[in-house]
């Protein structure tokens, strides 16, 4: 290996082993959440609670694809992936997109017909509260470690794996209101509240299926990114004009093929010295 491709290989490693402990601290809270809840949902008769539990549960699922993705994306290039292992994340993203969009729809589904069944309708005790109100706690602080490590090591698997905690959050925090009103006497609350949930992990299932597909067709950075590179490029001394630009993401790498035109009087090394020039200005300039 060269020096760059040595530092490379360092900054996935150091990736994975960030993401890989921040993931490790994330399964073992949910799957302590997930016992608790369903639980403690069954016992106190919250249909809601339970489903926030099964969420967690899924969480759960989420954090081992996670884990596994993140192995496989710290590989470098090699003969059979020559532009590196960065879509396991991608798979790993969509994965997860289709566990939560499963795990969204039985919830729904089985609460809908208790809500059209009055006498199926659960009345829920008041440890629900308690563990509902455990579980914002937790899933909040979750959230805010995992999106300062996702950040700093821009990851967008890891970030998504957060949000999936701050909605885990949220859900939580409907299931409190469901369980808080049916013990006030509304007695389809709780279902409702778990519908609630069920279109939250929908939502959240929704945008992390798009996204994910989005870079598995390809599709371009953003304008103000994809226009970025253009100036820095253009204004490398040596460049006549920009003749192609194709950009695309790869994980947490952002690849771009660029084509410039130099004078024709250039030599064969003079230009080449140009090429690198625009890799190492547009590798300084865009993130």
């Known amino acids: 290996m060269n020096p760059e491709q040595l530092v490379q290989q360092d900054i996935r490693t150091a990736r994975r082993r960030a993401t890989q402990r921040v993931t490790l601290v994330g399964a073992v809270v949910n799957l302590l959440l997930s016992v608790v809840k369903i639980a403690v949902g069954y016992w106190a008769r919250s249909q809601a609670l ?37 879509r396991y994340e991608t798979a790993a993203t969509l994965g997860l997109s289709a566990i939560l969009g499963l795990v969204a729809g039985g919830i729904i589904f089985d609460a809908a017909e208790r809500l059209l069944d009055a006498e199926r309708l659960w009345q829920p005790a008041v440890p629900a509260l308690y563990a509902a109100l455990a579980s914002v ?30 909605s885990d959050a949220i859900s939580s925090v409907v299931v ?56 820095v490029t253009e204004a490398v001394h040596g460049v006549r004009s920009l003749h192609m630009l194709r950009t695309r993401r790869q994980g947490h790498e952002a690849l771009a093929d660029v084509h410039v035109l130099v004078e024709p009087w250039v030599s064969v090394s003079e230009g080449h010295m140009i090429s690198i020039a625009v890799e190492q200005a547009i590798k300084n300039a865009v993130d």
């Open 137 to 166: 706690l937790a899933k909040e602080a979750l959230y805010w470690y995992t999106i300062v490590v996702a950040r700093r090591i821009r990851s967008g698997m890891l970030k998504a794996n957060a949000w999936h905690h701050r």
């Open 50 to 86: 339970i489903a926030d539990g099964i969420h967690s549960l899924s969480d759960l699922g989420s954090d081992l694809l996670i884990w596994w993705a993140a192995h496989h994306a710290a590989q470098g290039p090699d003969a059979e992936h020559p532009y590196g292992h960065g």
């Open 176 to 231: 409190l209101i469901g369980v808080g009103g049916t013990l006030l006497g509304y007695s389809w609350l709780d279902a409702a509240a778990a519908i609630v949930v069920g279109l939250m992990i929908a939502k959240v299932a929704w945008d992390l299926g798009w996204s994910a597909m989005q870079e598995l067709v390809d599709t371009a950075l953003e304008e103000e990114k994809v226009a970025q590179i253009r100036q």
